[in-house]
């Protein structure tokens, strides 16, 4: 099986920094890892998409980031990571690792599966 373990969330100030790291474990059985990325979930609001990244390395972020947050991945260590530099209170909400993967023997056959979510605070 496969599990998305997620840490780095806290509290910090307005213009402060955090760095998400998101471990991918069941390497025995992981095929490959094509696409990770990260969203986020403030309270009374919906899911919004925050940043992915290839396993070539493409990224895509979401506009509210403004440059601020830089993703990437470390395809030994099945990491995913997220920068978020320059951060603002409205930065902050329950973060969701995410990654599309597929297990040995069917390795043609992909499923996205979700981490529990980090909360991260910027205060003002």
């Known amino acids: 099986q496969v599990q998305l373990a997620e840490s780095g969330g806290g509290l910090v100030q307005a213009g402060g920094s955090l760095r998400l790291s998101c471990v991918v474990s069941?390497?025995?059985?992981?095929?490959?890892?094509?696409?990770m990325g990260w969203y986020r979930q403030a309270p009374g609001k919906q899911r919004e998409f925050v940043a992915t990244?290839?396993?070539?390395?493409?990224?895509n972020y979401a506009d509210s980031t403004k440059g601020r947050f830089t993703i990437s991945r470390d395809n030994a260590k099945n990491t995913v990571y997220l920068q978020m530099n320059s951060l603002k209170p409205e930065d902050t909400a329950v973060y969701y690792c995410?990654?599309?993967?597929?297990?040995?023997?069917?390795?043609?056959?992909?499923?996205?599966?979700w981490g529990q979510g980090t909360q991260v605070t910027v205060s003002s």
């Open positions: 069941g390497s025995g059985r992981i095929a490959s890892i094509s696409t």
């Open positions: 990244v290839t396993s070539g390395g493409s990224t």
């Open positions: 995410n990654a599309r993967i597929s297990l040995l023997p069917n390795w043609s056959r992909e499923y996205a599966y």
